[in-house]
């Protein structure tokens, strides 16, 4: 039963992604000075001109609501609120610079495959 929870929370995350992101015309423009997309851009230099960027924002719609999907199920087996709190940002730090790494590296191997 808690699989099926974080299943439709990840789906839910991701809509809430697509719907208010990739979807609406101004939001999908302004995506591109987002933090997510300039640390792309800044670490493994990524040229978006090579990409599709509605893509790439699905990617990285994809990778924040798995980072946000596993850091819950992580901290719900934690009882005391002090120690939820600082294990959820050690987890969410750790995620978002493994899942961001291979985001990039995966964006690095397309745009050399193009």
């Known amino acids: 039963m808690d699989y099926l929870f974080y299943l439709l929370m990840f789906v839910f995350v991701y809509y809430v992604y697509y719907f208010f992101i990739i979807k609406r015309k101004g939001k999908l423009e302004k995506f591109k000075t987002s933090v997510e997309v300039k640390y792309l851009e800044g ?39 002090i120690m939820k709190i600082m294990v959820s940002f050690v987890v969410l730090i750790i995620l978002q610079l493994s899942v961001y790494h291979i985001l990039g590296k995966i964006l690095k191997k397309e745009e050399k495959n193009v």
């Not at 893509?55 to 009882?79: E, G, H, R």
Request: charged letters at 25%; zero cysteines; hydrophobic letters at 50%.
């Open 43 to 81: 670490k493994y230099k990524i040229d978006l001109k090579k990409h599709n960027f509605e893509s790439v924002v699905k990617k990285i719609a994809l990778a924040n609501s798995f980072i946000i999907t596993v850091a819950l199920f992580i901290v719900q087996y934690i009882d005391n609120l």
